[in-house]
């Protein structure tokens, strides 16, 4: 049993070693690739680009992104570029600065599940859930499904019927947050003692953010809309998206 034990410690030791050197070494790439001041800023933060540390992005959307690039941007697709191992370092680098637990390395532990069988239809839809041409524009950017996309919303659990119901779909966890005199729309994470955490749904993608308790003021309703999110859709689109989700929302 003590034998048993010892290699279960060391198997789990040497895993655990193995993460580390993989962020070390994205840590170093990430510097010289992305983290210039007109890109992402030293640990993602600070430059021209957006801020990509404590955003709540998972895994999945980082090597997708990373992979793909965002159309419309100066976000290039770095994965005709970088070698697989450099690209899998700069995802997990920033796997760590969002506080993703478990991160994959070379595709073991900690990955996303294996995807379900879909229909072509269903298949089509995924890939419209996910796709990368529609910039922050996508599903994903707001809502987790089978291990891909950002959880800024609740998990779905009731799919709208068609795509003029899923246009009008309700938000009523979405208020009206003032913080410092600025109101903007924003998703209540969690309002503790310690502090507020919410997403500001402002942008694409929202922001997470954490104040002082006193420092935010919210009052039900809000101007945001679904609609005007998933506006890249045509309504054939979405009716397509909505079928890959009937398929894997259980």
């Known amino acids: 049993m003590r034998a048993a034990l010892l290699v279960v410690l060391l198997a789990a030791a040497a895993w655990a070693q193995n993460v580390e050197d993989v962020v070390k070494r994205g840590e170093q790439l990430f510097a010289t690739t992305c983290g210039s001041g007109y890109c992402h800023g030293g640990r993602g933060v600070g430059g021209g680009a957006p801020r990509l540390a404590a955003r709540g992005f998972d895994q999945a959307f980082i090597a ?8 419309g941007t ?9 070698p697989g191992a450099d690209l899998a370092a700069i995802v997990a680098y920033v796997a760590r600065l969002n506080n993703v637990q478990n991160i994959a390395v070379g595709g073991g532990r900690g990955g996303p599940p294996a995807a379900p069988k879909l229909s072509a239809e269903a298949a089509r839809g995924q890939a419209l859930f996910t796709d990368a041409v529609r910039g922050f524009g996508r599903c994903s ?16 659990h009731d799919i709208p019927a068609n795509a003029a119901a899923l246009k009008a779909l309700a938000t009523p966890r979405v208020l009206t ?27 694409a993608p929202p922001v997470l953010r954490t104040e002082e308790p006193g ?3 919210t009052r039900e309703g809000s101007a945001w809309r ?6 890249r859709y045509s309504d054939a689109e979405l009716g397509t ?7 894997v929302v259980q």
């Open 64 to 71: 997708t992104t990373v992979r793909g690039g965002v159309a």
């Open 74 to 82: 100066n976000m290039a697709a770095f994965g005709g570029s970088l």
């Open 141 to 156: 950017t707001c809502h987790e499904v089978g291990g891909f996309g950002i959880p800024v919303a609740a998990p779905m």
């Open 177 to 203: 947050a003032t913080i410092g005199g600025q109101a903007m729309p924003a998703l209540i994470v969690a309002s503790k003692s310690a502090g507020v955490t919410l997403y500001d749904l402002t942008v």
């Open 215 to 217: 420092a935010v003021q």
């Open 226 to 231: 679904h609609s005007t999110v998933i506006g």
């Open 241 to 247: 998206v909505l079928a890959y989700l009937r398929a």
